[in-house]
């Protein structure tokens, strides 16, 4: 990812994402994410798309700073992302949900539209040059403020990003949010930037065919009783009465309210959005461009012009922390001009740095080192210090030490596990509001440092995008609303998640899902429950040989997990329906009965098969039929008449009777063990377990490639 982000954070700034959409953008045909209060772990298969979740979040950014991305070869960092069309598509789109609901954004937003109205609000001069009139409005400027409740609307909206290669200007980018019910769109990229619409837009596409509308100042644009004017003075201020809700005894307002303006714009026409430097005399700008400019890190006085991209990127900037999945070895060296702001720690390469930016700056980035120093601490045990030297070059050597004070050892030496660590503990202590994108985070640590981790991201809002069962939550049934599961399908990348109705139905079974191995499922890419231990010995024996040129189940992805008896599928079947996992079943023989449990827990989670077989008829009946569920054995007859011919173990004996009861005597009826040393010693695959494997692979597969 080339987003140079992922750095500190020093002034508060941070947001809200409440969900991510995309249409044609790398594997995703259409996505629609609804992200949950707190961390949203993204589980799948290799190949289902989870980093491409990553770049949706990140690319927005890009197009609104594209400066940010800084790529070390010195090309263009969007360059890359006009490939990211999905089979190679032309033009995609990607959408952020976004609520600004921080005090420091909130009071940028208002500086900015506090900016706009006065820039529009000068642009009353009947004559060119006229400088009075244009002093007389600064100046009326300066002692109003916009109100911050009338910037409500705007702190709420879905800014969303587009590629077309048929376009000149190629990208585009609008903000999207409603005010009073009414949908308004102000475009921040591309043609006709910085313009304010009332209504729905036609699409970006057919803006080139279709003109917009025209554009025009705010006081041309409003359609108001505006009294009749001997100067431009009056001309404003009797703009500025209709601009407040009317109250008693009021004959000028004390604040600007934006909201009015907006329920007042004219819907045919565009309403210009933007903060020119008006004026070189600072002593006539209005002083919302003062605050503006010092709130944005520009230098007051320059001619800049600011619009309402300027701010979205500023926001983005400081209130989204991602990471590359890929991490670089630890630096040591860094120049003095590094350690003055804050650091890129997007490859994890200089955490030292921002460590010691940290340890050494203010009492509010003093309070965060020792908060990393906490974490680090949590999660592995260990205690950080910090040690620095000037280095020849003038920069600073700076060391991480790691261990009791008495024996540290610098973290280079301390492995993968460490090094890791601390950039997450770095990344993790910071203002509460961010959005941290964590992609694959726990390559390099032991399970249960990553176990220590996972209570420490359910602080932060964002994602995590891993391969790893012990970081997803399942502390409580609660915990899975935050885990969403990535697959690849024949109409593009899949999100699957916990509904309401599955997650009351799964309360029972929490139990088995603290279980790392049934939490791992979630990776997998198609799932075969077993019965009992001994199909499960038996089989994975048997199919590991890849006897049928499929693939064996291991080398393609397919879990197998024993369930511990007929009564349990149907918790398991609730689970892998839930987060859209393909499942086969492998089950004795009194399961085919239509008195059986798995029938009735099939049948209540509407998975049985229309047309059922009438309740006298025979064993191979009720087998086909169940065989259109993904439901399949060995057996060759109920067996639940007391003699068990149904079972597995009936089938193993007519193989081989000897060798059963030989490994039952060796085993001591350890049905794991019985059941892999029948199938080891046996000295061919039989061709029923062939054909079992094939029906199942052929059922999985369909259902693999079900459209998204």
């Not at 539209?113 to 001069?125: G, P, S």
């Not at 973290?411 to 950039?423: D, N, R, T, Y």
């Not at 010693?681 to 377990?689: G, K, L, N, Q, Y």
Request: hydrophobic letters at 40%; one cysteine or more; aromatic letters at 6%.
């Amino acid at each position: 990812m080339l987003l140079r982000t992922g750095q500190a954070r020093t002034n508060g700034i941070a947001l809200k994402i409440h969900s991510i959409a995309a249409q044609n953008f790398l594997s995703f045909a259409s996505l629609d994410l609804f992200l949950k209060p707190g961390t949203t772990v993204v589980t799948g298969p290799n190949g289902a798309g989870k980093s491409n979740l990553a770049a949706a979040v990140a690319l927005p950014l890009l197009v609104l700073a594209p400066r940010l991305g800084d790529p070390d070869d010195g090309t263009d960092p969007l360059e890359m992302y006009e490939q990211a069309g999905r089979f190679g598509a032309d033009a995609y789109t990607v959408s952020l949900d976004i609520e600004l609901d921080q005090p420091q954004e909130q009071e940028l937003v208002r500086l900015f539209v506090e900016a706009a109205v006065a820039a529009n609000a000068a642009n009353i001069r009947d004559k060119p040059g006229s400088e009075n009139s244009l002093r007389a409005a600064l100046t009326l400027f300066t002692e109003l403020n916009v109100a911050a409740d009338s910037v409500q609307s705007l702190l709420r909206g879905t800014l969303q990003v587009a590629f077309t290669a048929r376009h000149r200007s190629r990208w585009w980018a609008a903000w999207n949010f409603n005010h009073n019910g009414q949908p308004m769109q102000l475009l921040l990229r591309g043609p006709h930037a910085c313009q304010l619409y009332k209504g729905q837009l036609p699409p970006w596409t057919e803006h080139a065919v279709a003109p917009l509308r025209t554009a025009a100042p705010l006081l041309e644009n409003l359609r108001l009783p505006i009294d009749q004017p001997t100067s431009d003075e009056k001309v404003l201020r009797s703009f500025l009465r209709h601009m407040k809700s009317p109250q008693t005894g009021e004959t000028e307002p004390a604040a600007i309210d934006f909201g009015r303006i907006l329920d007042n714009l004219d819907a045919t026409r565009a309403f210009v959005v933007d903060v020119p430097t008006l004026m070189h005399d600072t002593r006539t700008e209005p002083a919302a461009l003062a605050a503006l400019a010092h709130a944005l890190g520009h230098e007051h006085g320059r001619n800049v012009r600011y619009d309402f991209r300027s701010v979205l990127a500023q926001v983005l900037q400081q209130g989204l922390i991602l990471t590359d999945n890929r991490r670089l070895p630890l630096a040591r060296h860094f120049p003095l001009p590094k350690l003055t702001g804050p650091v890129d720690l997007r490859d994890g390469s200089s955490v030292a740095a921002e460590l010691h930016r940290l340890k050494n700056g203010s009492i509010e980035e003093q309070q965060r080192f020792a908060q990393a120093c906490e974490v680090f601490k949590d999660i592995t045990r260990l205690d950080l210090h910090l040690r620095s030297l000037p280095s020849p070059d003038a920069g600073l050597t700076i060391d991480i030490l790691v261990g009791p004070a008495y024996s540290t050892q610098i973290a280079q030496f301390a492995g993968a596990g460490v090094q890791e660590a601390l950039l997450l503990a770095t990344l993790l202590a910071g203002e509460a509001g961010r959005v941290v994108v964590l992609d694959e985070p726990a390559v390099n640590l032991h399970p249960t440092v990553q176990r220590r981790l996972s209570h420490h991201l359910t602080d932060v809002q964002g994602l995590v995008i891993t391969h790893s069962p012990d970081l997803i939550p399942c502390s409580d049934i609660t915990d899975l609303d935050r885990v969403v599961r990535l697959t690849q399908r024949s109409g593009g990348t899949h999100v699957s998640s916990l509904t309401h109705e599955r997650r009351d139905q799964l309360a029972a079974w929490m139990q088995r899902l603290l279980l790392t191995d049934v939490r791992a499922l979630l990776f997998a890419s198609a799932v075969i429950l077993c019965e009992g231990a001994t199909e499960l010995g038996a089989l994975s024996q048997w199919w590991n040989q890849d006897p049928t040129g499929l693939g064996d189940p291991g080398s393609v992805n397919i879990a197998m997990v024993d369930v511990g008896g007929e009564a349990s599928f149907g918790g398991y079947i609730n689970y892998l329906e839930a987060f859209g996992i393909p499942w086969a079943i492998v089950a004795d023989g009194p399961a085919f009965s239509p008195k059986g449990n798995l029938g009735k827990q099939l049948t209540k989670l509407g998975l049985a098969p229309a047309d059922p077989p009438g309740p006298d008829a025979g064993f191979d009946a009720w087998h086909h039929y169940w065989n259109r569920a993904g439901v399949f054995t060995l057996a060759d007859a109920f067996g639940n008449d007391g003699t068990k011919s149904g079972e597995i173990e009936a089938y193993l004996e007519r193989l081989d009777t000897a060798l059963l009861a030989k490994v039952q005597a060796e085993h001591r009826n350890s049905k794991p063990r019985v059941g892999a040393a029948f199938a080891a010693a046996h000295p061919t695959v039989p061709p029923e377990v062939v054909h079992l494997y094939r029906q199942i692979r052929a059922h999985l597969t369909t259902r693999e490639n079900r459209p998204a």
